[in-house]
């Protein structure tokens, strides 16, 4: 075969491999559209009855906050852990990081079954050592949620940070410690711009791991407190209720929108360098302040 045919070839594995990708959600968006009162595919006439539904039917509106809500406080909890982890771990010289990591990176591989199940007997039961306990009391709150999708959402950030701290200029930091600043306000005006686009990426993947979450919600929500992942299970198992599609293309274009704002991580990282030094020629006119002063 000729490069131009091998050329053919690949571009046909890959327009393969996005269709099987896509086939699922080429025929749950179409079928949010629907006027009918049950699933199909293709829809015979289209409206937009299903997402007026999700304004009304108590099943959804009291789902909705509940679903941001776990997913933006998972976020942030997640990423300040993560980014903490990753410090440690990168600026760190101390025996057993291996394996401390390899634990930090542990939910990424464990099943997920396992996972739900310690999550309901931590949370949920509590855990019992001697006369310590943790947890427990959990099921069925938000602080429950958050905290089990925490624990999928953590290896995120952990890893994310970890990587821009390897590519950060530690003469950069040297420099503003040399010249008087304080550990907090060499991270504050240094290290965190230069890391700041690790930071919002593993935010935003945090937040997609507990926003389309489904096993581990489904082991401590309650009737009035759950996710739309879980009601959307819940409905599917009871009939095919369109309003499911409708709410399922809602997180799909959530999902869209914060993958796309991944496109601006590489304007953020031109920027970050250019921020850094600044701050550095910031600290050196304080210093120089200082010193005039004290003269």
């Not at 953020?268 to 002063?293: P, Q």
Request: hydrophobic share 55%.
């Amino acid at each position: 075969m000729t490069t131009r045919s091998w050329q053919w070839l690949w571009r046909a594995c890959a327009v393969l491999t996005a269709a099987i990708l896509l086939a699922p959600i080429l025929v749950v968006v179409p079928m949010s559209f629907t006027n009918s009162s049950t699933l199909a595919f293709p829809p015979e006439d289209l409206s937009l009855r299903w997402y007026a539904e999700l304004l009304t039917n108590p099943q959804w509106t009291l789902r909705i906050p509940v679903s941001v809500e776990t997913a933006l406080a998972t976020a942030v909890l997640a990423t300040l852990l993560g980014t903490l982890a990753a410090l440690g771990m990168t600026r760190g010289k101390f025996p057993g990081r291996g394996l401390l990591t390899a634990l930090f990176l542990a939910p990424l591989v464990v099943p997920i079954i396992d996972l739900a199940v310690g999550d309901y007997f931590v949370w949920a039961l509590g855990w019992q050592v001697g006369p310590v306990g943790f947890g427990g009391s959990l099921a069925g709150t938000v602080p429950g949620l958050v905290l089990a999708h925490t624990v999928l959402a953590f290896p995120f950030p952990f890893l994310t940070v970890s990587t821009s701290l390897t590519t950060v200029d530690r003469t950069l930091e040297l420099a503003a410690a040399g010249l008087g600043a304080n550990p907090w306000k060499t991270f504050q005006k240094i290290t965190l711009p230069l890391i700041r686009t690790g930071v919002i990426t593993g935010a935003i993947f945090a937040f997609l791991t507990s926003w389309d979450e489904v096993v581990v919600a489904s082991f401590l929500a309650s009737p009035r407190v759950s996710t739309v992942p879980v009601q959307i299970f819940t409905e599917l198992r009871q009939s095919y209720d369109p309003a499911a599609a409708a709410i399922s293309s809602v997180l799909l274009a959530a999902a869209v929108v914060l993958v796309g704002l991944l496109a601006l991580i590489p304007l953020l990282a031109r920027r970050a360098y250019g921020r850094s030094t600044d701050n550095l020629a910031e600290i050196v006119s304080g210093e120089r302040g200082v010193v005039a002063a004290t003269s």
